[in-house]
């Protein structure tokens, strides 16, 4: 080791706080090096064992997901993860939280995360085809909430349309719980030969190291540590000059370059430097061999002057992958390159050594042992408290709640309501059809993808209730998962993995592992019953202002197969004199609701209860009934209960069609309405399929009932002898078409 | 009044439309140019007033509308 | 018949293209990368949709000085068949093969939805199968597709049946409710004076096959097949 | 030396961004502001050279690439 820098700063425990390790970490550090680290090396640690990159307060807790199942091709550990979809091909999917930055500048924060996790797709051998996001915004009173809103809309739109994936779907919901902390978390789905799946790995000494993309600036330097391990203060605006801006058009040379690059033999490994850039990506993919790597920063292309090594290994400087190739193909990497107009530059060697060595300007600048750092990340078992809190919110006294008086108008409130209108003015911004897949689109409950060259189709979803997860953590993850599967039943198809991404509030406080614990738990019990393993996710912690934490949000993305992909199914009536089905059961089930929330205000009570069982045999029973061709329309009840799905199912795109239904009177008017009982699923179909269904649903467990008719231009819901609801569907449709962009204006 | 606002992306941050343009300069030929940057400009038609209200005035809207500050900056000029 | 489907940086909609011709019609197809110089003997050119040199600066502003665009430009003007498809659409008209720009749709939203196109002109070899009048729907996905040209040139073009596609209603009325973009005289598509060279906003094809539920762009590629 | 290329969109022109400027705007309380046009600058690096070579330089640049003369005028002023 030469001497450090003489302009580098010279390390001491406070510096070392300063970046985000503890005391004792920091001793660790000391101990691996068997010396003080010079500054770029404490970047490197800071960096790596950051809780982005290392998972340390999470990774106890994630051991608890069911990972594994005949499909898994590649489970969670990799950029992605995959699964096998038949014909020799894989679906890579993943999903990613881009939370601080976005609220710190939308629509570069939004972009930026759909180009990471665009590279963390390509990086594994697939062409992205499709993306999800899912997103949480502030109170819509709150000023900046439509200021963000249009950023991060306009941002991914930006970038994914640009680069051409079409964006086919997602879950947007307003509460003043992310008035400080939006979440943006994005999705991307691609395509690979299941035999050429690329990872993370450094193996054979000898081997060339190539830097590719985009030149390093001093973008987000201190991005990933710090964000990730202090929460945000609200003067933290002024505190990030360096926030990352994105270049779609590069990111898609570099996406056609890489897979160009990947139809040649030249590979052992690859991947993108996304958060935490050179460092991670360097450390990670020799951890993972068991290899060291030489770096010469010398040769880094970089796009500012004078730049430090320092600032060079934590540059998180957008669209740029690191590629270990075999010796002796340096040049034909170099030419794919060039045709690209690109950068490729052999920036380092593959050793044997087990250390990662970084020379600049001719000198050492970090000389680190691989294993230790990137293995040996401190593991913590934060303390876990269940929160006081619950008990009182649990308690809902429906008693002293008045029935609804006008459930017309109640109906007509929350179709109009900023979380269940029409999502079509986000929607409309995405380009939802470019690679001509396209079969559902967005607007329905899942959306639906053909596969060239396979008679298959995938449907994609993503789905959490956040006021269900605060409420109650662990059936709240349970819910996410039964409904994010049974949108997708709802399209025909048959759920075969998911990623999830966990957003959450500060580790270090009790109540907020508890949650997380919680949800863990209850996403784990909800995929172990139904039988969807997990392949990859992502953590986002410190998601909390001045104290003040977001709710729970576990974000389900799930991916099924539609054997037929002739037979995908959406949530529209089609046909007149149709019969409307109910699978499922009534219900009334109040707590936790949309409805209490808007209507009293309240968010308290027991949330719905889950029987998986149930689910099972209401989704099976769906899917069956959709692939034997007797249905029209399939649309579960979730957000706004019967009431809000049977009017979604009247606003078909092009050709609005009513209803006629007939529900038996329960206890609660409001209850029977708008309570949000799980496991329900409305068809409807023809009458001459009516005993085919029947059959179904007795061979899958599911009940079932028969609840009223499509027709009309109005509809109306009958409880009982009253007619509760009788409005014609285009008034109906008014203020739910109109709440978005008439708020966004 | 005529004030010109000109919005340029900050130093240090990436400026992925120059780039793409010089390189697009460097294919035509122009090898000379060595750097462009892009930005945009707003030209506000405003009725006659004192120059320090108008100075404070512009100033405030390209705070709040007109230009991000996390990564643009912003100058404007006042003319006839 | 061989169809060449040129290939910019950034271009996007490439492999849709080829899906549709290869796939769906079965012909012979092949990429023309942008820096190359000929065409590998096509007998009808496509530029694709999608965001050639990311559209920075101006849509299609750079493209048009691919060496590629010489050999197409040579090809039009010897009466070959050239269809630019948004992006594509957007390039022809920087390169001064048709009259007129493209600009920021009125609401500076990006557009992904179905429209109404009304067919005005059957006189090129892409709308030759399509009655005069008839209705097309098709999808549009675009954020600068605000056809604009001066009045001198938009009456020539009217004068001369050189607007192709219209925006229109379900049942082909004229109305500005129904043009999405806000182009002048809702036009969709324009021709050149030979009628040979085609520029249109709307995608053919991305409605091409019965399982995206619309058919209705395959005529344009049956027609100059000849199918 | 610097040359700063202003494009702005031809009288005439639709200029949607400009309209939805002056609209937000208005929105924010700013009803003084009668119009506002909405452009692009591209500032160019280039080494010394001639006055009359640079403008013909730039002039070209102009004309092939930075501006389309079918929606838009462009003027360029040469800093130090
Ligand atoms: N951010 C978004 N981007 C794109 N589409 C969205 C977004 N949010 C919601 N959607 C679409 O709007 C529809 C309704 O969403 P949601 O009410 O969350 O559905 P569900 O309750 O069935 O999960 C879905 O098709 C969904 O994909
Ligand atoms: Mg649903």
Known sequence: ?745 | MKVRVTVMVKKGVLDPQGKTILASLHLLGYKEVTDVKAGKILELSLPKMGKAQLEKKVKEMCDRLLANTVIEDYEFEVGE | MKFGIVVFPGSNCEHDCYHVVKHVLRQDVSFLWHKEKTLARSDCVILPGGFAHGDYLRCGAMAKFSPIMESVTRFASEGGPVVGICNGFQILAEAGLLPGALIRNRTLHYLCQDVYLRTDSNASPFTRKIPHGKVLKMPIGHGEGCYYADAKTLSRLEVEGRIAFRYCDPKGNLDEEWNPNGSLKSIAGVLNERGNVLGLMPHPDRCAEAILGNEDGRVLFESVIGL
């Open chain 1, 1 to 745: 080791m030469s001497e450090p820098l003489t302009q580098e700063p010279s390390v001491d425990l406070e510096l070392a706080q300063a970046h985000g390790l503890t005391p004792e970490e920091f001793e660790k550090v000391r101990t691996i090096l068997g010396r003080t680290p010079s500054f770029t090396e404490l970047g490197i640690f800071s960096l790596m064992w950051s809780e982005h990159c290392s998972y340390k307060s999470s990774r106890i807790h994630l051991k608890r997901f069911p990972t594994t199942g005949p499909q898994v091709l590649q489970g969670p550990g990799e950029n992605a993860g995959a699964i096998d979809i038949g014909g020799g091909l894989a679906a890579v999917f993943k999903m990613e939280s881009h939370n601080h930055p976005s609220y710190v500048e939308p629509y570069q924060g939004a972009a930026t995360g759909v180009g990471g996790i665009l590279r963390d797709i390509f990086t594994m051998g697939a062409r992205p085809i499709a993306s999800m996001n899912s997103l949480r915004f502030g109170s819509p009173d709150h000023p900046r909430t439509k200021y963000l809103v249009g950023g991060v809309v306009a941002g991914i739109a930006g970038y994914g349309n640009c680069i051409g994936i079409p964006t086919l779907g997602g879950e947007v919901m307003f509460h003043p719980g992310y008035d400080g902390n939006i979440l943006v978390n994005v999705m991307n789905l691609g395509i690979a030969h299941a035999g050429r799946i690329f990872k993370g790995q450094a193996r054979g000494p000898g081997n060339t190291v190539f830097y590719v993309g985009s030149r390093t600036g001093r973008d987000g330097i201190h991005g990933a540590s710090l964000l990730a391990s202090a929460s945000f203060e609200a003067d933290s605006e002024s505190k990030r000059p360096t926030v990352q801006v994105g270049d779609p058009f590069a990111e898609k040379l570099l996406l056609e370059a890489c897979l160009e690059l990947m139809k040649t033999d030249t590979i052992i490994g690859i991947q993108d430097m996304g958060a935490a850039g050179l460092t991670s990506s360097s450390v990670e993919m020799a951890g993972r061999s068991g290899t060291g790597i030489d770096l010469d920063l010398d040769r880094v292309p970089v796009r500012e002057e004078r730049m430090t090594p320092y600032e060079m290994m934590l540059s998180e400087s957008q669209e740029r992958m690191l590629v270990v190739v075999r010796r002796g193909t340096e040049e034909k990497v170099r030419e794919i390159f060039r045709k690209w107009d690109l950068e490729g530059v052999a920036v380092g060697e593959v050793t044997s050594t087990g250390h990662l060595h970084v020379q600049f300007k001719g000198k050492r600048v970090a000389d680190i042992p691989v294993k230790p750092i990137a293995e040996g990340a401190p593991i913590l078992k934060r303390p876990v408290e269940r929160p006081a809190r619950e008990e009182k919110d649990s308690r809902l006294d429906l008693a002293r709640i008045k029935d609804v008086a006008t459930p017309g108008k109640a109906l007509k409130g929350l179709l109009g309501s900023l979380n269940l209108c029409s999502r079509e003015w986000i929607y409309r911004q995405y380009d939802h059809m470019v690679r001509s897949n396209t079969i559902v689109r967005p607007g329905s409950d899942a959306a639906v993808i053909r596969i060239k060259g396979s008679p298959h189709a995938l449907a994609l979803t993503t789905d959490c209730n956040s006021r269900y997860c605060y409420l109650d953590p662990r059936a709240g993850a349970r819910i996410a998962v039964a409904e994010a599967s049974r949108n997708l039943a709802c399209s025909g198809a048959v759920a075969q993995s998911l990623t999830d991404c966990l957003n959450f509030g500060n580790p270090e406080r009790p109540e907020v592992m508890w949650q997380f614990s919680e949800c863990v738990d209850g996403i784990a019990e909800a995929c172990q019953s139904l039988e969807i393993p997990i392949i990859s996710g992502n953590v986002s912690f410190y998601n909390e202002t001045e104290g003040r934490g977001i709710f729970p949000t576990p974000t389900i993305g799930m991916v099924g197969i539609i054997e037929d992909a002739r037979s995908a199914m959406h949530s529209y009536f089609a046909r007149e004199g149709d019969l409307i089905v109910l699978v499922g059961t009534l219900g009334e089930e109040l707590g936790g609701s949309e409805y209490l929330s808007q209507a009293h205000q309240l968010e308290a009570g027991a949330i719905p209860h889950l029987d998986l069982a149930r689910e099972e045999a209401v989704q099976y029973a769906c899917i069956d009934a959709i692939t034997e061709g007797l249905v029209s329309s399939a649309h579960d009840c979730s957000e706004g209960g019967i009431a809000v799905a049977l009017a979604e199912c009247c606003f078909h795109p092009e050709a609005m069609l009513g209803a006629e239904v007939k529900l038996p009177a329960g206890k609660r008017l409001d209850a029977l309405l708008f309570g949000e009982s799980q496991s329900r699923i409305l068809l409807s179909l023809q009458k001459a399929n009516l005993p085919k269904l029947e059959k179904i649903c007795q061979e899958r467990d599911a009940p079932f009932s028969v609840v009223g008719a499509v027709g009309g231009n109005r509809l109306k819901i009958s409880v009982g002898q009253d007619a509760e609801i009788n409005a014609t569907v285009a008034e109906l449709r008014r203020p739910w078409s109109e709440a978005f962009p008439t708020w966004m204006v």
